[in-house]
């Protein structure tokens, strides 16, 4: 993009002033408040409707002497541009709105309203932008490529330093592990974890064996303090065990043979002898008793099993009964009925019909018919008469007969069910009696069973051999009662030798314990010797990390300054516990942009910015270069600069076309 010729009108003080560089560099002149830096603002406002320093609440209007804006002037901005293909003219008018109220005489100020114009036509504020957009491109883009300072001085770093990054394109781990021989090792350090996970992996590790290497040497000398002083080694006290034992056998053989002295030991080998044989009897008893009881409860067994069959019996038997009585019941129930059947079949009587209507005359002929015929048509319906009533009889006499024989079948049948049952009543009877008769003899077989279970016969013998051993133990105890007092004095020995063997074992348990103290030691020794290996190859690791990064940063550092002829940027920092910080730093010559760098360097630092960026993005716009006297030699830019000096001979702004510096100042 080209300038090709900027109008200001009543913009900031700028009545009407207008620059035509025609695409090539301008250099503007002019003191201090001649209105340079409104050229930039007004540039700007035009496109994005902010000032250079990017702020949008700026005044605009031109003010009187007394401070106060100048009313009923549009204040006006108009530039055309070259964007290669074809020209544009873009202007922007800002002026105060007045609106004559309702009934008043002069209009009031209500406000302000702004006109957009592209190429001549009005268009609307969203349209403007439009325009805007496909002219100059993102806001930020645009003032980053026509703004020197705005980089350093007015975009976050962190912005500005992702824009480098994206310039330079990120390296792969691998390019930077292949420009190091030092970091061969690293791939497989890392596996599939990533630089940083690994790192805290690392932190983790170092902080647990830290914490674990601080407790290791107050666990060494907590069981240093534990260890039991032992003021005998091992083998004395071995030597003396074995002296005490000694001792000890030949005061118990001593014991034991006062104690077997004066015939104990036959009395008590009798009186083991008495116990066998009482023993042995009292098994045999009780092995007898065993078979007389399996031979009384296979008594039971055939009883039980004869009770079981009659209590069936009863119960087949008493069903027979009910069934028996069911049947009683219908018939008994049907009795009645049949007599009231009976007696209706009895009582029937034969009812004559009447005697038919006898024609006296002839049908045809109308004359009277003869007697003989009138009464022979009688006798015919006599007959039929006599035959009816002999049929009525008959059936009559049937009827009773039959209803008669079937009322002495069922009160037969009656008689016959009922002697039936008494005679089964007679027979449960009896077999009742059986059962109890069966019951009482099983009675009596378990109230043998039950005393035999509770104890059984002894024979005579176990009787006598049981008095023998009473005989036999107080022969014992008056043989022991004798030797006592001797026995007395080599138990008392007997004790004072356990206490002694007692104390060589604590004595010994000591020296147990010295040496499983003095084995823990070691072992707490030999974890610190690993855990400190563990922990130093750990910083190894974590060095072989930073290390990457560091590397990473050279090459990213040589990478990104490569595409910038004066400035260096610094992209991390080192701390002091050498992990590395994000930063976005410019610098020329070492000297940082904001610490120390003079203005005419920060311009042409921002200008060699410009150049860079303009490269990455593809295009470039004019360039406003604010304080240019302060630059021995600006930098050449692909993109048309503005140079705005200061020259306090100008008291109006002087512009001329590209000179060189010398002959600017000539």
């Known amino acids: 993009m080209k300038l090709q010729r900027l109008t200001l009108r009543n913009f900031k003080g700028l009545r009407d002033f207008s620059i035509e560089p025609g695409g090539a560099d301008q250099f503007i002149f002019g003191d201090n408040g001649t209105g340079k830096t409104t050229l930039a603002d007004a540039f700007s406002w035009l496109l994005f409707g902010k000032d250079s320093l990017n702020r949008t609440d700026f005044e605009v209007k031109t003010l009187a002497t007394n401070g106060q804006p100048m009313h009923n002037l549009n204040h006006e901005v108009e530039a055309v541009l070259d964007l290669g293909d074809r020209q544009v003219t873009l202007r922007k008018v800002y002026a105060e709105k007045y609106t004559k109220k309702r009934g008043s005489a002069q209009s009031e100020f209500t406000g302000h309203t702004t006109e957009y114009f592209v190429d001549g036509v009005p268009r609307k504020a969203n349209e403007y932008m439009d325009a805007i957009d496909g002219i100059a491109g993102r806001e930020e883009t645009f003032k980053l490529l026509t703004n020197p300072r705005y980089f350093c001085e007015v975009l976050p770093w962190k912005n500005g330093r992702k824009i480098i990054m994206d310039m330079s394109g990120d390296l792969t781990d691998a390019e930077v592990i292949a420009s190091e021989k030092a970091l061969a090792s690293l ?41 039991p002083q032992v003021s005998e080694d091992a083998e004395k006290l071995t030597k003396k065990l074995t002296e005490l034992r000694g001792t000890r056998q030949k005061a118990e053989s001593s014991l034991s043979s006062i104690s077997n002295g004066g015939g104990v030991a036959q009395k008590t080998k009798e009186l083991r002898i008495i116990e066998a044989e009482i023993m042995d009897i009292d098994r045999k008893a009780r092995v007898e008793n065993d078979a007389v009881i399996d031979v009384e409860r296979k008594k039971l067994i055939p009883l039980h099993d004869q009770i079981a069959s009659l209590r069936l019996d009863i119960r087949v038997k008493e069903g027979h009964i009910a069934q028996n009585a069911q049947s009683i019941r219908e018939h008994e129930g049907l009795l009645p009925n049949l007599k009231v059947q009976f007696y209706e079949a009895r009582d029937r009587t034969f009812k004559e019909g009447p005697l038919p209507s006898q024609p006296t005359d002839c049908p045809y002929c109308g004359s ?35 209803i008669d024989a079937e009322g002495k079948r069922r009160a037969g049948e009656v008689k016959r069910l009922k002697a ?18 069966l019951e009482a ?84 020794k030999e974890q610190e010797k690993k855990l ?42 080192i701390q002091i516990n050498g992990a590395l910080d994000e930063c976005c730093e410019v610098t020329v010559n ?51 600069q503005i140079r705005l000096y200061v020259s306090e001979a100008d008291k109006a702004l002087r512009v001329e076309k590209a000179k060189t510096r010398k002959e600017v100042l000539a």
């Not at 008494?422 to 077999?431: A, F, P």
């Not at 077989?445 to 133990?473: F, G």
């Not at 072989?544 to 990473?552: A, I, P, V, Y």
């Not at 920060?602 to 295009?619: E, M, T």
């Open 187 to 227: 791939p497989a350090i890392l596996g599939n974890r990533k630089l940083d996970d690994h790192k805290k992996v690392i932190a983790g590790q170092k902080t647990k064996i830290n914490d674990e290497l601080k407790l290791i040497p107050a666990r060494i000398d907590e069981a240093n303090r534990a260890l």
């Open 368 to 402: 009277p018919l003869p007697a003989e015929k009138i009464q022979d048509a009688l006798e015919k319906h006599r007959a039929a008469e006599d035959e009816r009533r002999a049929t009525f009889n008959r059936q009559k006499a049937e009827d009773m007969e039959r």
């Open 420 to 437: 039936d049952n008494e005679e089964i009543h007679t027979s449960i009877e009896t077999i009742k009696r059986k059962i109890e008769a």
């Open 441 to 524: 003899d099983a009675e009596k077989i378990r109230s043998r069973l039950d005393a035999l279970q509770k104890s059984y016969p002894l024979p005579e013998t176990h009787k006598v051999k049981i008095e023998e051993k009473k005989s036999i133990e107080k022969a014992v105890a008056q043989l022991k009662a004798g030797s006592s007092q001797e026995t007395g004095q080599i138990k008392c020995e007997l004790a004072t030798l356990d206490e002694q063997i007692a104390k060589v074992g604590e004595q010994f348990a000591q020296i147990r314990a010295r040496e499983s103290g003095r084995k823990r030691i070691a072992e707490l």
């Open 532 to 573: 400190s290996a563990e922990f130093e190859n750990l910083e190894k690791e974590l060095f072989l990390c930073d290390q990457f990064t560091r590397t990473k940063v050279a090459l990213l550092d040589s990478k990104i300054n490569s595409r910038f002829k004066l400035v260096r940027f610094r992209l991390f920092k």
């Open 590 to 640: 070492g000297v940082p942009y904001g610490g120390g760098l003079n203005n005419g360097m920060r311009i042409n630092a921002g200008l060699d910015v410009i150049n860079a960026l303009a490269d990455y993005y593809g295009f470039e716009a004019p360039i406003f270069v604010d304080n240019a006297e302060s630059v021995t030699e600006l930098l050449p830019t692909r993109g048309q």
